[in-house]
């Protein structure tokens, strides 16, 4: 996902990227693929849009609580 320069935001999409995989019970990424992608797969099923895979993410090195630094 393009997130540009802004550091912050892909930080926020990678930490939820490795929630998702490590969680067997968060489906984000599973139905986001299902209700935004999948239609597109359909509509050119000569080229793949994306494939139905989530992408392994290495977790963000990011504070658990407010006071961690």
Do not use: C
């Not at 490795?18 to 080229?47: C, I, K, M, N, T």
């Amino acid at each position: 996902m393009n997130v540009g320069p802004n550091e912050a935001l892909r930080t926020l999409v990678n930490l939820a990227l490795y929630r998702s995989w490590h969680d067997p019970g968060d489906r984000r990424w599973e139905d986001a693929f299902e209700r935004d992608l999948r239609p597109l797969q359909v509509d050119s099923p000569d080229q793949d849009v994306a494939i139905d895979q989530q992408p392994e993410v290495s977790k963000p090195a990011v504070r658990e609580w407010p006071w961690q630094r």
